[in-house]
């Protein structure tokens, strides 16, 4: 089981308001925004706190 389509719709970057994409193959959701945080996605959930992305 992935991330959900409809949820990867609806999700935008916390910190910069960017549009994110999903990386299945490394289980990362990154923004395309300003920012280009990579946020970790565990158990199929994605985990979208500031504290927990890797920052470019």
Do not use: F, T
Request: aromatic share 6%; net charge negative; proline share 7%.
């Amino acid at each position: 089981m992935a991330v959900s389509e409809r949820l990867l719709e609806i999700l935008i970057c916390p910190n910069c308001h960017g549009e994110v994409v999903y990386h299945e193959q490394q289980s990362i959701i990154e923004c395309r925004g300003e920012c280009r945080y990579r946020y970790p996605v565990r158990d199929d959930i994605p985990v979208m706190l500031i504290d927990e992305a890797e920052k470019p």
